[in-house]
């Protein structure tokens, strides 16, 4: 079956770095598109950041910030996160999608990123 597993959340200071993983298994990885989302607390889930083959897209508050790539050898998504901000905290789920689907149908269990000021 298919399995997304995240890693790398933990608690930073404000303007620090993470990396965020997610290792995908089960799945054909070059034919999803991977995204990344978060939830912060009391809060819808909003997206972060997305990535095809090699076109990118990302939610206009972490423009500049943040960076996504995949390394296909490894089936595993990355998310790159500096210049953290408290409104940054949340639980980031990484999720996939084949290409030409409207909805992600494979999520992960989230992994937690505080960031303090």
């Known amino acids: 079956q298919v399995q997304l597993v995240e890693s790398g959340g933990g608690l930073v200071q404000a303007g620090g770095s993470l990396r965020l993983s997610c290792a995908a298994s089960g799945l054909t990885f070059s034919s999803y598109t991977m995204g990344w989302f978060r939830q912060a607390p009391g809060q819808e889930r909003e997206f972060v950041a997305r990535i095809s083959w090699s076109d990118t897209y990302y939610t206009d508050s972490v423009k500049g910030r943040f960076t996504i790539s995949r390394d296909s050898a490894k089936n595993t998504v990355y998310l790159q996160m500096n210049s953290l901000k408290p409104e940054d905290t949340a639980v980031y789920y990484c999720?996939?999608?084949?290409?030409?689907?409207?909805?992600?149908?494979?999520w992960g269990q989230g992994t937690q990123v505080t960031v303090s000021s």
């Open positions: 999720a996939a999608k084949t290409r030409v689907a409207s909805r992600y149908v494979y």
